[in-house]
């Protein structure tokens, strides 16, 4: 009934997911960390701080202070980068 659309290999990779061998490997966050979304909230503010991980994440806008709950696929696949981090990741220098 519905034509079902192949994705293109020309989009661009997820950047919530590291690729190790062949296998991606969802990104680590952690509580503290600050993370610039891909649309910015309606205040004006892009960036948010990471208050609960888990199978929901919940964020607080760094520019109106309002705090959203995401599940953690929605989240993972919003996120453009992580702007500051509270942990160093283990091996990096």
């Not at 490997?25 to 503010?45: E, I, N």
């Not at 888990?54 to 696929?73: A, K, Q, S, T, Y």
């Amino acid at each position: 009934m519905y034509a079902r659309c192949e994705p293109s290999g020309n989009r661009e990779r997820d950047v919530s997911r590291v690729e190790v061998g062949e296998q991606a490997v969802p990104q680590k966050f952690y509580l503290g960390d600050v993370v610039q979304m891909r649309k910015a909230h309606p205040c004006g503010s892009d960036q948010w701080e990471v208050m609960r991980t888990g199978m929901d994440f919940r964020i607080r806008c760094l520019g109106c202070g309002r705090v959203v709950m995401l599940p953690r696929r929605r989240f993972e696949r919003q996120v453009k980068a992580i702007v500051k981090r509270v942990i160093e990741d283990e091996g990096a220098s």
